[in-house]
């Protein structure tokens, strides 16, 4: 299986490295290999990033496709990485689920609000699905994608 948000997550470790306002981590996962060539993580975080992005805590989790859709099955959605993102999201914090549709050369953001409702009923999730979808290159803005959902998210706690 490997690691198949690999390159996403190079994408989005520059641009969180870019915004001085910003602080996260990139979790890492022991890989072990078997002798038939597979790979697989043996144990580590459950979520890719992990950090703050202008006062707002979040952690992401990144997922890549080179079809049109983004299947939401077990394998690709384990349940120790959906635990994490409701329990930080429980907690105060900000969870997102991030995927690169590499075939339209798009980045989609969901919520895990968002993310978790369409989980309930569908099989796979499409970019226009996402809470905010943007072109590859305009991977920098995704920081202004955080805080922006998270003042959203105060104000609808607010009222």
């Not at 703050?52 to 979040?58: D, I, L």
């Not at 009923?121 to 959902?149: C, M």
Request: glycine share 6%; hydrophobic share 40%.
């Amino acid at each position: 299986m490997g690691n198949r948000g690999r390159a996403l997550e190079d994408l989005l470790e520059a641009a969180f490295d870019s915004d001085s306002e910003t602080c996260m981590f990139r979790q890492s996962n022991r890989i072990v290999l078997l002798r038939d060539g597979r790979a697989f993580p043996q144990k580590g975080a459950p979520v890719d990033f992990v950090g703050v992005v202008r006062g707002v805590p979040v952690v992401v989790e990144c997922k890549e496709t080179k079809a049109n859709r983004l299947p939401l099955n077990k394998s690709r959605f384990p349940e120790n990485e959906i635990t994490a993102l409701q329990r930080f999201s429980d907690s105060g914090g900000s969870s997102f689920v991030v995927a690169a549709f590499w075939k339209h050369n798009r980045i989609a953001v969901f919520s895990f609000r968002t993310f978790k409702g369409l989980m309930s009923y569908r099989k796979s999730v499409y970019p226009e699905d996402a809470d905010v979808v943007f072109p590859v290159s305009k991977v920098k803005k995704i920081t202004e994608v955080f805080q922006l959902h998270d003042n959203i998210s105060r104000q609808r706690r607010n009222s």
